[in-house]
């Protein structure tokens, strides 16, 4: 059963994909025509994509649909959000249903080469951290030796801890569970010493769960590496260049110093980086199709890349993360924006 | 002089008899071990009936409050619900919106609360569902009238719920019935149907044939055909409901008399006639528990379209708790859906009850 399906999904998809193939830009037209684009998004995961009390999405990847949108067809408005499960997130694009996939999704070889995706970006570098209460006195993972580490089952993180253990020589004896609840609460029951996950979600559990956060430290090691980043389905060059474009221009703006509030005085710059992304200088926006105001249009409605990690998951918010690895380059991170020129 | 006893002369029953005392000992102290069982009972109560009050009532924030008001208090924290209540019950239908989905709401359960009535059992009602699902349909799409046209993908929280349960069962009832007179016919390649469908259809959960509708469906279709994912799930839940209705119809089927069907024969009806006037009345009848049962877990059911992304009652209170401020009180978020469920399975099968009392009345004087 299984294998007959992944055949027949197999067989959908590259149907598709030679059939998208023969119309290349059908994807920008398609949004043209329909006037707003279809971005998948997680069904509830706070800073980066879920509901507020009113019912309108925010986050960092819903963000991300919303500077699309404004780049596309000028009005961040117009976007539609479909929520979708871990399994759900690759046949939706893969079938058409979705225009893009911005859903903290890892982006990895085997998701590129044989599920006929393309990872357009990276827009935020997650990785496995660990957290241990701060009254234990350790400062680095390596001092975690024969410590009981909780830890869910069934993830990636279960291989990458025992991976990271082995290659350094330690022993350590694991606490698995199976959901996110028992695990947590596990570690503030003070079941382990430890606790690992991806450093955003320690940040948030420290945020939101802890009695008092300030009890709790989450160790410098990152010990996987988990870029997660917008996709979108081949065969459409055109639509993978916009959203690749619009991403790298998010992360050149705020290099610049474009921000939403003075992006009117920044017009009339004579830097001709900041004039190619929001005065039109070179045609930029012509050459991926789309209107001479779209990076403008992107800042003033969305902002750059620093304002929108702040307003969804920065120190400012419940979440309280570091930009850590998701700095600009200049400023000791790895975002590093291709140049738009 | 000595007093004789008449003993015709009616006198007080033994104090130990009567009233209190007597429904003490008979009801829990009958035996040395349900005196036992009485005073364990007693004892588990009183360890467990304080802290739950306190946690439910008397610790609790009961009013709007900030999440740190509910950080310093030790018991639960309604204030979460009063936060998050609207995008609990009516998901990520537009907020300004929400009047709609409410009366929606309001028309359906009055329509549903009508029929259970048995004095309007009459052709009007139908003619009522039938107004009331165009109201609905309009107050809940729109686009009519000056309303905004609301697309399915955003209909959510406990309308989704009620309109899934509702559809569900309404037409995955006539469905049942009709697989299981399949399943009980003469002719060969009905029954190998109805067989092989109920079969098939009871052998996979419900999370598998929703998996199916929402992931393999798509990639069957040409590219460009979009079907929206709430009709999709909403044809799985039909599907499944349709084949465990079957089974229950199918009991009742078999437990009327072959001679009431030999009788209709020697009258001259056809199968039809007989099947609606003289089987399916009483073959229904016997199998009113089993029926209500099934409505109950399609109801319940329901909640499994969470996993494919539809943000039914339990989706949306996974999102309200998912917000990092209020996420401690996950719980308070599970609770009130809990209640929400509790109160409409409970109305449901309390219908249950006194709908046998009143069918099954020439029965019991049996």
């Not at chain 1, 920065?314 to 000791?332: F, I, M, Y």
């Not at chain 2, 049942?176 to 109920?198: C, D």
Request: contains cysteine; charged residues 15%; hydrophobic residues 50%.
């Amino acid at each position: 059963m299984n294998k007959l399906a992944s055949i027949l999904a197999g067989a959908a998809v590259a149907t598709m994909a030679v059939v998208s193939t023969a119309n290349a830009g059908a994807v920008l037209n398609a949004i043209k025509q329909k006037d707003f684009i279809q971005c998948g998004v997680n069904t509830g995961l706070a800073g980066f994509g879920i509901p507020d009390s009113q019912g309108n999405w925010t986050g960092l990847d819903v963000d991300f649909c919303r500077a699309l949108a404004a780049a596309v067809l000028g009005d961040s408005k117009k976007v539609k959000f479909t929520p979708l499960s871990a399994p759900q997130r690759f046949t939706a694009l893969q079938s058409g249903e979705i225009d893009v996939l911005s859903r903290n999704t890892t982006i990895t070889l085997t998701r590129d080469a044989s599920l006929g995706l393309h990872g357009a970006g990276v827009w935020y570098y997650d990785g496995q951290g660990f957290m241990v209460p701060k009254k234990l006195n350790v400062k680095s993972a390596k001092e975690l030796k024969d410590a009981e580490i909780c830890v869910q089952s069934g993830t990636t993180t279960e291989l990458n801890l025992s991976d990271y253990f082995r290659a350094n020589n330690m022993t350590f004896k694991p606490v698995v569970f199976a959901t996110l609840d028992e695990f947590k609460t596990a570690y503030f029951n003070e079941r382990c010493q430890a606790m690992t996950t991806d450093a955003s979600s320690l940040a948030a559990l420290r945020a939101a769960d802890a009695r008092n956060p300030e009890d709790h430290v989450i160790l410098p090691e990152i010990i996987s590496k988990e870029p997660l980043g917008p996709m979108v389905r081949r065969g459409d060059d055109e639509w993978f260049a916009i959203v690749k474009w619009v991403l790298n221009t998010a992360l050149e703006a705020e290099e610049y110093g474009i921000t939403q509030a003075n992006v009117d005085s920044m017009k009339a710059s004579t830097n001709p980086n900041v004039a190619r992304i929001i005065a039109n200088r070179d045609e930029m926006g012509v050459k991926l199709g789309l209107s001479p105001e779209w990076g403008y249009n992107m800042i003033k409605q969305v902002g750059n890349y620093g304002e929108i990690f702040e307003r969804n998951v920065g120190t400012s918010t419940k979440l309280k993360l570091d930009r850590g690895l998701n700095a600009q380059w200049s400023k000791g991170g790895i975002m590093y924006g291709t140049p738009a020129r | 002089m000595t007093t004789l006893v008449d003993p015709s002369a009616p006198t007080a029953a033994p104090r130990d008899n009567i009233g209190v005392v007597e429904w003490l000992r008979t009801r829990l102290f009958s035996s040395p071990g349900n005196t036992i069982l009485t005073l364990a009972t007693l004892v588990l109560l009183w360890f467990v009936l304080p802290p739950m009050a306190n946690w439910f009532v008397l610790d609790a924030v009961w009013w709007a409050a900030p999440p740190e008001v509910c950080r310093a208090a030790e018991g639960a924290c309604w204030a979460m619900i009063h936060e998050k209540h609207r995008l609990i019950i009516f998901g990520r239908y537009p907020y300004a919106e929400h009047w709609r989905p409410f009366v929606a709401m309001l028309v359906l359960i009055g329509l549903i609360g009508g029929s259970t009535n048995r004095r309007f059992w009459r052709r009007e009602l139908a003619v009522a569902w039938a107004a009331g699902m165009v109201v609905m349909g309009v107050l809940m799409w729109g686009g009519v009238f000056g309303l905004t046209f609301v697309e399915t993908a955003l209909w959510g929280g406990l309308p989704l719920t009620l309109i899934l349960t509702t559809v569900g069962i309404v037409v995955a009832f006539p469905l049942g019935i009709i697989l299981a007179l399949g399943r009980q016919s003469q002719m060969p390649i009905i029954r190998t149907l109805s067989v092989v469908y109920i079969e098939l259809i009871r052998g996979v959960p419900l999370v598998s044939l929703l998996f199916m509708a929402s992931f393999m469906f798509p990639l069957f279709m040409p590219s460009g055909v979009q079907i929206s994912s709430l009709l999709r799930a909403q044809v799985a839940i039909i599907l499944f409901a349709g084949a465990y209705l079957a089974e229950v119809v199918r009991g009742g089927l078999q437990a009327v008399p072959r001679g009431q069907v030999e009788a209709a024969r020697s009258l001259g009806l056809g199968y039809w006639p007989t099947m609606w006037k003289i089987v399916l009345p009483q073959a229904i009848r016997m199998v009113i528990p089993g029926i209500v049962n099934s409505f109950i877990s399609t109801f319940k059911d329901t909640s499994l379209v969470a996993i494919v992304s539809l943000t039914d009652l339990m989706l949306a209170a996974r999102q309200a708790v998912g917000d990092p401020a209020w996420r401690a009180y996950g719980l308070e978020g599970y609770v009130f859906i809990g209640l929400i469920y509790l109160i409409f399975c409970y109305l449901m099968s309390r219908y249950s009850q006194r709908l046998e009392v009143q069918l099954y009345t020439g029965r019991q004087r049996l």
